[in-house]
């Protein structure tokens, strides 16, 4: 009974494994960032003065300088991208056949997991070697996409998100982000539209999260077979893999990079563990309340990371 009932949970456990892993590696990664950046003499803008940024323009510190707040700074061109983005995609989705979106999500996607991985290599190694790595990562995704390779390849992509953008946001831009991208995340999970979204994507082979097999053996699976592309199909109970969403990942981790960025490692790292409870609340809720039906996962993290963020700062 007792091996049953960790066989049934364990894609859960996977789930939080793999949010702590991504948490320690953007520890890691920012802890180095500002070094190598120095050492290479290479300029990025300091993140912006503390509070909500709206929109870009000129903002006066409490000591009376007037700085220009650019766009990347600002949470509302940053939520202008984010949901011009997910319209688009949905245009796109609905548009191309499956067998063109196919190839450009694949290419997209290998991209992606190659820049993930040339950000936090290139901290260490030489230029040439870094680029060989994350070309061969990039290759052997879009070739051979195993779920192992998949899931190592998300968790550097996001780390590499967060080390990148959470420097250049405040820690309050980052939260009021989070916590606009779980009202919309509830919503489009209550509507259907995220799954629609998802099953899309899962029927060109790509999809941009975690995927949690039940079965250790499974982990080297390929993301072509059926199991995996018919995963939206399938009814939860015959389903061989969970699902993590990569913005339940992703937002937390920018969240903790900006804290850092602002406040120091103890309160960077006392967010991320409120976000990780948040996570782990996501899971109980949906065990104790929904049987197992789909469940957005950014509502508790934001909700956790919020009261995180807030003993940090008035403390």
């Keep these: ?42 300029y990025v803008p300091a993140q912006p003065s503390e509070g909500v940024l709206l929109w870009p323009g000129p903002t006066t510190s409490p000591s009376g300088e007037i700085t220009q707040t650019p766009a990347y700074s600002a949470l509302g061109p940053i939520l202008i991208y984010f949901f011009a983005v997910v319209i688009i995609l949905g245009v796109v989705l609905f548009l191309v056949p499956v067998s063109v979106l196919k190839l450009i999500l694949r290419a997209l996607f290998a991209f992606l997991f190659g820049w993930g991985i040339f950000v936090i290599l290139i901290l260490w190694l030489p230029l040439a ?32 998100v967060g080390a990148v953008f959470g420097r250049m946001i405040s820690p309050w831009t980052a939260m009021v982000l989070l916590l606009a991208l779980s009202i919309y995340d509830f919503l489009a999970v209550r509507f259907g539209y995220m799954v629609w979204m998802a099953k899309k994507m899962s029927d060109s082979n790509t999809l941009p999260a ?19 592309t018919r995963l939206m199909e399938q009814k939860s109970i015959d389903r061989k893999y969970s699902i993590l969403g990569g913005g339940d990942i992703a937002f937390p981790l920018l969240l903790a990079s900006a804290t850092y960025f602002a406040r120091g490692f103890y309160p960077a790292l006392l967010v991320a563990v409120f976000a990780l409870a948040g996570l782990i609340a996501a899971y109980w809720i949906q065990a104790r309340f929904l049987k197992g039906k789909a469940m957005p996962a950014l509502p508790p993290i934001a909700a956790l990371s919020l009261i995180g963020l807030t003993i940090v700062w008035f403390s």
């Design 1 to 42: 009974m007792r091996l049953k009932k960790f066989h049934r949970f364990n894609p859960v456990y996977w789930s939080i494994l793999i949010f702590i892993v991504a948490q320690i590696l953007t520890f890691i990664v920012i802890v180095h960032e500002d070094l190598f950046l120095e050492k290479n003499n290479i």
């Design 129 to 160: 070697v870094t680029l060989a790595f994350a070309l061969t990562v990039a290759l052997g995704w879009f070739f051979l996409p195993r779920v192992w390779l998949h899931n190592l390849a998300m968790i550097l992509a996001m780390v590499s």
């Design 210 to 228: 975690f995927f949690i097999p039940r079965s250790i053996l499974e982990w080297n699976n390929s993301l072509k077979e059926s199991s995996v």
